[in-house]
């Protein structure tokens, strides 16, 4: 099993950018498809974005198409999501995760994630 670490988080201002990453350790990181997730304060977790193995595959929650963009770098075991223009809405704790071929998470273990805070 993958052991995954999410950085990058911080508090910005509506309209700012911020680049998370998530490092995974183990040698198979190339062998999962992945995924961001995020849970805002009451709700349930939702997933974000997927990428597959080879990056030629990849998905995006309907809200933020044309923000936010998945990448990977299988060479440096890290999974990468740029967020532009953030709306007070992506205020959440973000996670990655390898998932399945229908994108859905393949553990139940979450990593700790990184606080994504957006003030108006």
């Known amino acids: 099993q993958v052991q995954l670490v999410e950085s990058g988080g911080g508090l910005v201002q509506a309209g700012g950018s911020l680049r998370l990453s998530c490092a995974a350790s183990?040698?198979?990181?190339?062998?999962?498809?992945m995924g961001w997730f995020r849970q805002a304060p009451g709700k349930e977790r939702e997933r974000v974005a997927g990428i597959s193995r080879s990056a030629t595959t990849i998905t995006y929650e309907d809200s933020v198409k044309g923000r936010f963009t998945i990448s990977r770098d299988n060479a440096k075991n890290t999974v990468y999501l740029q967020m532009n223009s953030l709306k007070p809405e992506d205020t959440a704790v973000y996670y990655c995760?390898?998932?399945?071929?229908?994108?859905?998470?393949?553990?139940?273990?979450w990593g700790q994630g990184t606080q994504v805070t957006v003030s108006s």
């Open positions: 995760a390898p998932v399945s071929a229908s994108w859905s998470p393949l553990y139940k273990y």
């Open positions: 183990g040698r198979t990181f190339s062998t999962y498809a």
